[in-house]
């Protein structure tokens, strides 16, 4: 007797809306920037935003572990590692996430606010350097787990290739993040951390439409392999 695995219809759709929850965090993040660079309450509004940046990498993590989830363990992909795939470095996503949220509620309070700032910007952009495979990797790690079933369709393909694109970005964007927050932690904070928050809330708003595509692209090939 053959067994087919499918996934619940709930978790590949709750992926989809993390990954857009990902690209809103994104965008919102680069507005809090740009109003913070124009002088309006600069120190408020980028605590702000490295709060709902924090906020924004906890979800992308969990979003792109509970795909790692779906995808390594149905039938025939038993024999995957989390090493294999990469799937160590999403826990600097969760602690990033983390600890950019405190700080950035303590930098609200007025608590050595430049400092915990920057501090945040440079945790951030070592998160996203870490991480920047994760969605490349669970491109490939989709493929694996459906090459025995059916072709791949063009929707499914072209998310792949919009991965691998974007976790190059990605990478380039963390050393960013990371070379602004260290600088800003000597010189010009007020124009220094809102630029290093511009770049990484749209290295995270282009991955999370990537991931958002990676899974629903997925989707498409479980409808085909049900019918």
């Known amino acids: 007797m053959t067994t087919t695995y499918t996934a619940s219809g709930s978790a590949p759709v709750a992926a989809a809306y993390g990954g857009l929850g990902d690209a809103i965090g994104g965008v919102?993040?680069?507005?809090?920037?740009?109003?913070?660079?124009?002088?309006?309450?600069?120190?408020?509004?980028?605590?702000?935003?490295?709060?709902?940046?924090?906020?924004?990498?906890?979800?992308?993590?969990?979003?792109?572990?509970?795909?790692?989830?779906?995808?390594m363990f149905p039938v025939g992909t038993a024999s995957a590692s989390p090493q294999q795939f990469g799937v160590g470095g999403l826990s600097t996503l969760f602690l990033a996430g983390v600890a950019?949220?405190?700080?950035?509620?303590?930098a609200l309070l007025g608590i050595a606010a430049q400092t915990l700032m920057?501090?945040?910007?440079?945790?951030?952009?070592?998160?996203?350097?870490?991480?920047?495979?994760?969605?490349?990797?669970?491109?490939?790690?989709?493929?694996y787990s459906s090459q025995s079933a059916a072709p791949r369709t063009g929707a499914?393909?072209?998310?792949?290739?919009?991965?691998?694109?974007?976790?190059?970005?990605q990478m380039l964007a963390g050393l960013a993040a990371i070379v602004l927050g260290i600088v800003a932690l000597v010189v010009n904070q007020n124009i220094l951390v809102p630029a290093a928050l511009i770049v990484l809330g749209?290295?995270?708003?282009?991955?999370?439409?990537?991931?958002?595509?990676l899974v629903i692209g997925f989707m498409g090939w479980q409808r085909a392999v049900v019918r």
């Open 28 to 71: 919102a993040t680069i507005i809090l920037a740009i109003v913070a660079l124009t002088g309006v309450y600069p120190q408020t509004i980028s605590s702000i935003a490295v709060i709902v940046f924090g906020a924004t990498l906890l979800i992308q993590g969990g979003t792109v572990l509970s795909e790692y989830e779906a995808a």
């Open 100 to 106: 950019g949220i405190v700080l950035g509620i303590l």
């Open 118 to 143: 920057a501090i945040s910007v440079v945790a951030f952009g070592f998160a996203l350097l870490l991480s920047s495979n994760s969605l490349r990797h669970l491109s490939l790690l989709r493929g």
């Open 156 to 169: 499914e393909l072209l998310s792949g290739e919009m991965a691998s694109r974007y976790a190059g970005t």
């Open 202 to 213: 749209a290295a995270v708003a282009l991955t999370g439409s990537a991931l958002a595509g």
